[in-house]
Structure formats: structure tokens, C-alpha cells
């Protein structure tokens, strides 16, 4: 029996991309499958219906149709329990899964006995990089800060030599230099600005200069495991705020995308050194829906104090959707292979290591053992 994939338009504010772009739906139809796209789903990103239709989708005016006999799910956000409640028994849904925030989703996926894989719980093992849809969107978000950044600056980002004198470059911060802050660096730098990076990973350091900027060194490597930041003690934290705030005063954009997986992110820029910055600085802070690295950084808003622009944008991959969803359907075409086998089948054991690793929910339970954990404190 052939395979549905279907794919709906993503429902949350505010939320442009789309999971699947024509190039992929041309691979898997002509692998055999049906891919069904809700009427719309691709407009935000401009993929419109006729080009889908073009690929080989059929386009589907309504959800039951969508959902009626499909067996994989591609999607953005993770599924609202409205959706999960459309669902038949035993579909296979993947997407970010958001886990810790969207418990009452998960469980509703438990209990109607959906089988979810999860994109951010793919292991960022060299097998895994084509499918590793968290690099791909902090390289959107990245980009997006840096242009956001420039946007809101009421400075020239190059240096400038015309008859109307000498323009002074303008000079860039970036805070945490993970993938967004790597591509963040690459795009202030191609804009012509003088860029400065710090992460407490020491490792960083290489690869930031490897992009042209210059890479503040604090006394101490704060690597953890599997190369994430572990958290620093209270003295490691004393340095390193001195140090961010000399740099963060000299600075025309601050960019700060430090997160710590799982935990609230660290507060990198007090409001006291908010107020010793220049006036016209701009900060954008990419770690806004996890707490924020400025202290004055609110959620999906732009604030102004002390003449500093505060920009805490929720969704900054959304705001590149063309590129965002190429890349993003991408990684769920790597994805899928895994899940298919050589006659077109879906695999019923989840052994291989990335599929076993980013198994939400299967057979109404619970399998990643830190969401159980969330659901039920602890207990077993
Ligand atoms: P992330 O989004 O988890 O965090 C962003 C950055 O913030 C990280 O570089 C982190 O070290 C930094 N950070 C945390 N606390 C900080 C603080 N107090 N001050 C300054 N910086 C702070 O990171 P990410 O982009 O997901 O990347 C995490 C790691 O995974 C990196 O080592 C990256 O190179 C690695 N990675 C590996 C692969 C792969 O091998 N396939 C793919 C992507 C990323």
C-alpha cells in the first residue's frame, strides 16, 4: 500500500514556514509515496499550491481529507491537541516537539497512541548532520539577528570613505557562538562590521576566528558534555560578567544567543550594563523565549532603555521562511530514510540509533526519559 505524507499548514502566530518545499515532494513521489499538502500550507514561505501541484502533491482543502489514511505527519511546530485529537491510531508524527513546554501535547500523543519523533532529540552525531534540523534554523535565526541587528542601528555597519568624510566601522558583539552565533559572526563580518565573539566553550574560539573576528578569552573552559556548555560557579560568573560588560559597552550590536539545553538561559547583560552602553546600541537577543540573556529582554516585544534598543524576537528562522523550510524539509527528507525501507515500507523497529534517540512517544508511552521524568516528577 502506498505511504501518505501529509503535511499541514502551520497553525501558530506568526509562523511562516513549511515542512515540506516542492523539490522534496518531487523525491518522494517519485519514490512511490503520496504527499498530501493542506491548501496554503507553503504561502508564508512563497511555495504556493500550483507549485506543489507541479511536484506531485495533491492539495487538500480540509483536514479530514489530510488526515483520512495518511501514516507520516510532517510538521514545523509541534501538533496542537486539536490536531493530535484528528489523528488516527499508530500515525507517525515528526517535527519539533518542543517536549518540556508541550506536555499536555505529549500526553495527549501517549494516549491516542501517536508515535512522535522529535528533531531536536536527533543526536548531533556526523551521520545524523543532514537531518539535524536545530543547526539548520539557529543558521535562519543567525542570519536573521545579524540583518535585525543592522536594521535597527542607526549606524552604517562598513567602513565608509567618501567626500563627506571617513565612516568609522561599526562594531558587533556577539554572545555564544553555537551555530546562530557562528552564522551571526558571518553576516555582521560580510556587512563590513568589526566583530567580537565570546561562548565559554574554548573550543569556539578557533572557529570564531576562522570568520575574521576577534574572540574575548576568559580564564576558564566551561565545556560539558557532548560539546555543549556545562553551567559556571559564582566565581567563573563574576569574570566572565566584567569581561562581557567591557565588551558589551564598546558595542553598537549585541547579539546573544547563549542557551544551555533545557534550563532557563544565562543572564549575560545586566540592566545596569544596559545603561552603560551607547546611546543607539542595539541588542538582539535570540535567547528571548528561553528567559533571555539581558535581563530587560521581553518576549516577542522591542523595548528602548537608557537609548538601547532591546529586541526579544520569538521567531527569527520565520523570518527567512523560503530558506528556513528548504532547509527544514531537507532535514526531514534525511530524516524519512531512515523510516522507509528499501520497498518503500515503514520500518517497524526504531533501533537505529538517531530514530531510537528522538522517539517522543510510541505504543503510548512516554520513550525520552527526561519528558517522562517532567510528566511524572520523577517517579517511575
Ligand atoms: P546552543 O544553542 O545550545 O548554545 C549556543 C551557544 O551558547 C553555545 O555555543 C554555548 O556554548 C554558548 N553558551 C552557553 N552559555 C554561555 C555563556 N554563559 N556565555 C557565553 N556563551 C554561552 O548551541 P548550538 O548552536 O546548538 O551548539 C552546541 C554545540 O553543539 C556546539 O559545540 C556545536 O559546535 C555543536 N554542534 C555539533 C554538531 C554536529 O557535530 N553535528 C552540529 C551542531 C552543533
Known sequence: MTVVIAVPKEQAPDELRVAIVPE?????TQSGYEVRIEHDAGTGAYYPDNLFIAAGAKIVSNRTDLFNGARIILCVQPPTIAEIDQLSEGTVVIGFMNPARNLDAVARM????????ALELVPRITRAQSMDALSSQATAGGYSAAILGAANCPKFLPMLTTAAGTIRPASVLILGAGVAGLMAIATAKRLGAVVEAYDVRRAAGEQVRSLGARFLELEINAEGQGGYARELTAVEKEKEQQM????????DIVITTAAIPGQKAPILITGETVSMMRPGAVIVDLAAESGGNCELTRSGRTIREHGVTILGPRNLPAQVPYHSSQMYAKNLQSFLSLLIDKEGMLVREYADEILSASLLVHSGEVRHKPTRDLMTGGKP
Open 110 to 117: 501517549r494516549d491516542r497512541n501517536i508515535t512522535a519523533f
Open 244 to 251: 562581557v560588560s567591557a565588551a558589551v559597552a564598546r558595542a
Open 24 to 28: 522534496v515532494v518531487k523525491k518522494l
